[in-house]
C-alpha cells in the first residue's frame, strides 16, 4: 500500500558528449514510453558523458481511476498493541521513497549531510541539527537503525515516526511534491544503472 500512489510515468533520457572546450553534443536518446524501466544499449568511446532523464510531467497526476471521495489516511495505525507508534503503510511508503530521494550516495544509508539537506528542503530543524557524531559509538540517534554514518531506511522511518509531528510530516510531503492523501504528484525518483563491458574510471 502506498506504491500505488506513485504510478508509472512516462519517461525518456539523452545521452551528452561534453568535449574539452565544455560543449555538449547530442550522442544518443530514448523515446518517451510509459513504463518502469527503459533501457538502450550504447556503445561510447571514452570520454565525458553526461545522463539527462526526463518526464513530459503528464502521468505526475492522482490516477483517473481513483475516486474524489477517497479519505485522507490517519497518520497513525490505531491499536496496533506492544508496538508504541504505527505509522499507516501510505505514509510509510512515501518515507521509504524520501528515503531514496535523500540518499544521494545510493549506499541505502542517509548521512548527516543529507538529513541536512532533507531537514533544508522540509523545513524541519531536528534534522537541521543532526551531525556526524550524533551517529557515534555513543551518540544519540544509534538506538535507531543506523551505523557510524547515518540512519539505514528502517532507522530513519522510526526516527520519524517518533520525532516527527503529522503537523510537521505534512510539511515535508508538500516540500516533496505529495498531496494530502500521499499521492506524488510534483517529484518522482530516478535510478540511473550504467553497465560496461570494461572497468570505468569515474
Known amino acids: 500500500m502506498g506504491a ?17 572546450d565544455g560543449d555538449l553534443n547530442l550522442v544518443d536518446y530514448v523515446d518517451y514510453s510509459v513504463s518502469k524501466t527503459t533501457q538502450k544499449q550504447i556503445y ?11 518526464s513530459l ?7 483517473k481511476n481513483i475516486p474524489d471521495s477517497i479519505s485522507k489516511p490517519d497518520y497513525y495505525v490505531q491499536n496496533v498493541p506492544n508496538f508504541g507508534k504505527v505509522i499507516h503503510p501510505v505514509y510509510k511508503s512515501i518515507i521509504k ?3 531514496k530521494k535523500i540518499d544521494i550516495s545510493m549506499e541505502r544509508i542517509v548521512e ?10 522540509a523545513d524541519l530543524q531536528v534534522f537541521k541539527d543532526i551531525d556526524d557524531s550524533d551517529f557515534g559509538a555513543s551518540g544519540p540517534l544509534r538506538t535507531y537503525a543506523s551505523n557510524d554514518q547515518g540512519f539505514t ?26 498531496d494530502e ?13 550504467v553497465h560496461s563491458e570494461t ?4
Open 181 to 193: 492523501y500521499g499521492f506524488s504528484n510534483k517529484s518522482r525518483n530516478f535510478i540511473i544503472s
Open 57 to 63: 510531467g503528464g502521468y505526475l497526476q492522482r490516477p
Open 153 to 178: 531506511c528502517y532507522g530513519f522511518t522510526d526516527y520519524i515516526t517518533n520525532k516527527v509531528s503529522e503537523e510537521d510530516f505534512s510539511k515535508a510531503l508538500t516540500a516533496f511534491g505529495y
Open 199 to 202: 572497468p570505468v574510471n569515474c
Open 112 to 121: 548527516a549531510d543529507e538529513l541536512n539537506l532533507f531537514g533544508g528542503i
Open 4 to 20: 500505488d500512489r506513485r504510478p508509472t510515468i512516462d519517461m525518456n533520457f539523452v545521452v551528452l558528449d561534453r568535449d574539452d
Open 44 to 54: 561510447l568511446e571514452a570520454g565525458n558523458y553526461i545522463i539527462v532523464p526526463g
Open 97 to 99: 521513497d524520501i528515503f
